[in-house]
Nanobody, 124 residues
Framework: QVQLVESGGGLVQAGGSLRLSCVASGHTFSGYTMGWFRQAPGKEREFVAAISRTGGTFDYKDSVKGRFTISRDNAKNTLYLQMNNLKPDDTAVYYC?????????????????WGQGTQVTVSS
C-alpha cells in the first residue's frame, strides 16, 4: 500500500503558475500509474492528468492541455503537476492518486490510493 501527500497549492492570480507535488511512501512508486484529479465545491471529482509508470505516456483533460504538465521522478518517489496560465475555473482541491490495477485510466474509481488534497484558488 502506498501513502500520498500533496503540497504546493495556494492562492494565485489568473495567468499565474503553481507547481503541485505529491510524495509517495510505503511501496514501490514506479509500480503505480499516477493521476491528478480535482474537485470544485458542488461538483464531482474530475480527471486532470495521468502518467504511466515509466513516465513516458501522458494524458490530459482537454481544458488543461497546453497549460498543465504532469511529470514524475521515480527516484524521488514524487509526482508533479506544473500549472501555468491558471484560470478561475481551475479553482478546486487537487488530489493525486495511484493505481496498481490499471495501466491507464481517467476514471477516479480505478485509482485505489489518494492523497488528502491541496487547495488551489485562482482569483480573477
Amino acid at each position: 500500500q502506498v501513502q500520498l501527500v500533496e503540497s504546493g497549492g495556494g492562492l494565485v492570480q489568473a495567468g499565474g503558475s503553481l507547481r503541485l507535488s505529491c510524495v509517495a511512501s510505503g511501496h514501490t512508486f514506479s509500480g503505480y500509474t499516477m493521476g491528478w484529479f480535482r474537485q470544485a465545491p458542488g461538483k464531482e471529482r474530475e480527471f486532470v492528468a495521468a502518467i504511466s509508470r515509466t513516465g513516458g505516456t501522458f494524458d490530459y483533460k482537454d481544458s488543461v492541455k497546453g497549460r498543465f504538465t504532469i511529470s514524475r521522478d521515480n527516484a524521488k518517489n514524487t509526482l508533479y503537476l506544473q500549472m501555468n496560465n491558471l484560470k478561475p475555473d481551475d479553482t478546486a482541491v487537487y488530489y493525486c492518486a495511484a493505481s496498481d490495477r490499471y495501466t491507464w485510466s481517467r476514471v477516479h474509481t480505478d485509482y485505489d490510493y489518494w492523497g488528502q488534497g491541496t487547495q488551489v484558488t485562482v482569483s480573477s
